[in-house]
């Protein structure tokens, strides 16, 4: 199935991959042998109403002082759900999926609040206790930093 540097692609090999892909949810895939070395990465465009969303005006963003003092209030709350590693957040598991959590929901010990991506690893960040959610403190693609308050459980 390896071919050589000089001879054309085994399409089949990457139609295999590219189904790997699918299933399992990753985003890029590599392998190779002595000679021969593929990737494959699939990449998703960008919804065409995200692209049209409102922009943020003056009047719609909130003080970067309020949102310094939901933080450090959110960071003393005893339900407090903070990151365990910098990375970028999302509350999807995939574009056209709903959020794991909402404001609002129940939720129980170990039960998935959001993914936390590091280093091209996708890593579930879950519920360390039972409870209501009360409070999700960051947005889809937001990068966070270790110990930054995620969300509250109550």
Request: proline content about 0%; hydrophobic content about 35%; some cysteine.
């Given at each position: 199935m390896a071919k050589s540097p000089n001879t054309d692609i085994d399409a089949g090999l990457v139609r295999k991959l590219a189904d790997l892909l699918d299933e399992t949810g990753?985003?890029?895939?590599?392998?190779?042998?002595?000679?021969?070395?593929?990737?494959?990465?699939?990449t998703t465009a960008a919804k065409p109403e995200a692209a049209a969303a409102k922009p943020i005006t003056a009047g719609d963003a909130q003080p970067v002082s309020e949102w310094k003092s939901v933080a450090e209030a959110a960071i003393d709350h005893p339900g407090v759900v903070v990151s365990p590693m910098v990375g970028v957040v999302y509350i999807t598991s995939d574009p056209d999926s709903p959020p794991f959590v909402k404001v609002g929901d129940e939720v129980g010990e170990g039960d998935t609040l959001l993914l936390i991506e590091a280093m091209k690893v996708f890593n579930s960040i879950k519920a360390p206790k039972g409870g209501k959610v009360t409070r999700i403190l960051v947005g889809n693609g937001t990068p966070v930093e270790f110990g930054e308050p995620l969300m509250i459980i109550e």
């Open positions: 990753l985003t890029e895939i590599e392998c190779g042998g002595k000679d021969w070395h593929l990737r494959v990465a699939k």
